[in-house]
T-cell receptor
Framework: DTAVSQTPKYLVTQMGNDKSIKCEQN?????MYWYKQDSKKFLKIMFS???????INETVPNRFSPKSPDKAHLNLHINSLELGDSAVYFC?????????????FGPGTRLTVT | GDSVTQMEGPVTLSEEAFLTINCTYT??????LFWYVQYPGEGLQLLLK?????DKGSNKGFEATYRKETTSFHLEKGSVQVSDSAVYFC?????????????FGPGTSLSVIP
């Protein structure tokens, strides 16, 4: 009965590779997010989708491309990985129409680029 | 722009000590305020929230009061336990119905020792 799940949990890859992280939520939420957390725990929003429509797109390199095939899924594809992409990536979801704006986070994907 | 400032960590306390983690914010209008907690190896989860001035959010023995006059939302707990060891994030979201992001503070790491 996992609410927000991410795969994989750990991802180790070399510079220059392309990788994807998948996220699924079974809460019936209409809004999903990708965050990047650096080694100092600082959390930065990257993207947000509402009903499959991109609504927040922060200053993120073009190498990062989100895709939302439906309301329950939000994937993140990263091209030409760089050392600085090493971080923990969190997916989150919320129900915008509820008005509470509480976000539910997944367990994170720890990406290590060598 | 909107921002959240938290006291720097790490904070180390003995079990049963009193906890205060300071949080101040800068925002236009009347934002909603949140405290999220991140336990080791996990994603963030909502601890408590307040949506208007003088509201007090509370959960699991933690409390925070929305003080508009001092633009603060300090987190307090009367007697901490080892299990409270985590990173605590103060956050805000501007009011209104537009699609807007949640702004997180830098996080404060808390270690409680027996």
């Amino acid at each position: 009965d996992t609410a927000v799940s991410q795969t994989p949990k750990y991802l180790v890859t070399q510079m220059g590779n392309d990788k994807s992280i998948k996220c699924e939520q079974n809460l019936g939420h209409d809004t999903m997010y990708w965050y990047k957390q650096d080694s100092k725990k600082f959390l930065k929003i990257m993207f947000s989708y509402n009903n499959k429509e991109l609504i927040i797109n922060e200053t993120v390199p073009n190498r990062f491309s989100p895709k939302s095939p439906d309301k329950a899924h939000l994937n993140l594809h990263i091209n030409s990985l760089e050392l600085g992409d090493s971080a923990v990536y969190f997916c989150a979801s919320s129900l915008w129409t509820s008005g509470s704006h509480e976000q539910y986070f997944g367990p994170g994907t720890r990406l290590t680029v060598t | 722009g909107d921002s959240v400032t938290q006291m720097e960590g790490p904070v180390t306390l003995s079990e049963e000590a009193f906890l205060t983690i300071n949080c101040t914010y800068t925002a236009t209008g009347y934002p909603s305020l949140f405290w999220y907690v991140q336990y080791p190896g996990e994603g963030l989860q909502l601890l408590l929230k307040a949506t208007k001035a003088d509201d007090k959010g509370s959960n699991k023995g933690f409390e925070a009061t929305y003080r508009k006059e001092t633009t603060s939302f300090h987190l307090e707990k009367g007697s901490v336990q080892v299990s409270d060891s985590a990173v605590y994030f103060c956050a805000l979201r501007r009011g209104g119905t537009s699609y807007d992001k949640v702004i997180f503070g830098p996080g404060t790491s808390l270690s409680v020792i027996p």
